[in-house]
């Protein structure tokens, strides 16, 4: 069975500091890889998508960047926090297009 | 403009009663639907998808797709006090599917 794994489960970190998110899936070989960013109790923004490693596409301009140095493995980061990047992280993975996106339990991210 | 509305922002019915979402596109390529479940403090999880013109039952849950008006609907019917969550549509292209677009969500309350 297939399982996803994000890291960590919660962050309070301050105005200007870096910031380094992680999941890891394990069970499915070259799965599409995903990053979506939810506003408490508001709808899921497509951050970045994956579909093979080294090689990231961005969907929305928030000042964050990612990676994808293994084919199990896709990162979230940024150099400097804004407050407005505070909400929940989710870590999402897929079998191909147009199938079920599966998500991890999320990282909550509080900048203060 | 947010590609995918749902209506209503937030529902309320009884335990055993029947709950109506609904969701619509303003993109004419979106032609692939999912309906989502979320409950508080994890990520989503997919309920079931929709691809083609009419209904899909499965269980407690029928979605009805409209692709002329590109209107899609979920009905739950015998509605659960478990089934409290937020609901998502999520639609997708044919083509560069991992391209998700969530809906803005309703919020379900089953009162027992």
């Known amino acids: 069975a297939q399982t996803i794994h994000q890291w960590p489960v919660a962050e309070i970190k301050a105005v200007g500091s870096p910031l380094s998110l992680g999941c890891t899936i394990k069970?499915?070989?070259?799965?599409?890889l995903y990053w979506y960013w939810q506003a408490t109790g508001g709808t899921l923004q497509q951050l970045f998508y994956?579909?093979?490693?080294?090689?990231v596409e961005s969907v929305v301009q928030l000042n964050l960047s990612a990676s994808r140095p293994k084919d199990d493995q896709f990162i979230l980061s940024t150099e400097k926090l804004l407050l407005s990047h505070s909400g929940f992280y989710l870590c999402?993975?897929?079998?191909?297009?147009?199938?079920?996106?599966?998500f991890g339990k999320g990282t909550r991210l509080t900048v203060v | 403009q947010q590609k995918v509305q749902q209506s209503p922002e937030s529902l309320s019915v009884p335990e055993g009663g029947m709950a109506s979402l609904n969701c619509t596109s303003s993109?004419?390529?979106?032609?692939y639907f999912w309906w989502y479940r979320q409950h508080s403090g994890e990520g989503p999880k997919a309920l079931m998808?929709?691809?083609?013109?009419g209904d899909k039952k499965e269980g407690r849950f029928t979605a009805h797709l409209n692709k002329a008006s590109l209107h899609v609907s979920l009905h739950i019917r015998d509605s659960q006090p478990s089934d409290s969550a937020l609901y998502f549509c999520?639609?997708?292209?044919?083509?560069?599917?991992?391209?998700?677009?969530f809906g803005s969500g309703t919020r379900l309350l089953v009162s027992p």
């Open positions: 999402a993975w897929s079998r191909k297009t147009n199938t079920e996106v599966f």
């Open positions: 069970g499915k070989s070259s799965p599409n």
């Open positions: 994956s579909i093979t490693v080294g090689q």
């Open positions: 993109d004419r390529n979106f032609q």
């Open positions: 998808s929709i691809f083609s013109d």
């Open positions: 999520a639609a997708s292209e044919p083509t560069g599917g991992y391209k998700v677009v």
